[in-house]
């Protein structure tokens, strides 16, 4: 059973397009996150929901936007994609927003052509 | 001034060598260090946890934390060629909500 999973791991598609990357977790874990990693491998958090509340709202374009329907789903739609937006987008989940670690989705990796 | 530096390395290490990773952290109220191991093309998988200062191991590897220098390596011991990934170190403050990550060290474990 994959604990965290994000869907679809691949996604090309134009300039202006608009998209989703689904993520959903089975570890019971209250809180999400959706983390960017750009093409230097930098790991940047994005978003965070706590038992479907937004928490944290990084310096994120309003472009981007996420929905938690529930605690175990946390999906990220992305209006007007542009060519920057290209990237891998990890979810992840923990218990809670206490001091414990953070699980990690197997990525979505978009291109914008 | 960066919230998490690490070297980027590449560093490179002999098989069965101990490989010595590095990481500082900027805010000094945070309470919670994780290291996690990327390999190319996959995700942040968590390796060790730290949130005392001084060492903890597990298996071959070992975390150590000095609060009052702001600091945080990972040791591993006996290096082999599968160690060969980029290791991210995490922080969380404890105001935060998420975790903070270094930009990572690649790391190379020759035969």
């Known amino acids: 059973d994959t604990a965290v999973s994000q869907t679809p791991k691949y996604l090309v598609t134009q300039m202006g397009n608009d998209k989703s990357i689904k993520c959903e977790q089975n570890?019971?874990?209250?809180?999400m996150y959706w983390y960017k990693q750009d093409s230097k491998k930098f790991l940047k958090i994005m978003f965070s929901?706590?038992?479907?509340?937004?928490?944290i709202n990084e310096t994120v374009p309003n472009r981007f936007s996420p929905k938690s329907p529930d605690k175990a789903h946390l999906n990220l739609h992305i209006n007007s994609l542009e060519l920057g937006d290209s990237a891998v987008y990890f979810c992840?989940?923990?218990?809670?927003?206490?001091?414990?670690?953070?699980?990690f989705g197997q990525g979505t990796r978009l291109t914008v052509v | 001034q960066k919230e998490v530096e690490q070297n980027s390395g590449p560093l490179s290490v002999p098989e069965g060598a101990i490989a010595s990773l590095n990481c500082t952290y900027s805010?000094?109220?945070?309470?919670?260090f994780f290291w996690y191991r990327q390999y190319s093309g996959k995700s942040p998988e968590l390796i060790m946890s730290?949130?005392?200062?001084g060492d903890k191991e597990d298996g071959r590897f070992t975390a150590q934390l000095n609060k009052a220098s702001q600091y945080v390596s990972l040791l591993i011991r006996d290096s082999q060629p599968s160690d060969s990934a980029t290791y991210l170190c995490?922080?969380?403050?404890?105001?935060?909500?998420?975790?903070?990550f270094g930009k990572g060290t690649s790391l190379l474990v020759t035969p």
């Open positions: 570890l019971g874990h209250d809180t």
């Open positions: 805010d000094r109220g945070s309470q919670s």
């Open positions: 730290i949130y005392s200062n």
């Open positions: 995490a922080v969380k403050k404890n105001s935060g909500y998420a975790l903070n």
């Open positions: 992840a989940s923990s218990l809670g927003t206490g001091n414990t670690e953070a699980f």
């Open positions: 929901y706590n038992n479907k509340e937004l928490i």
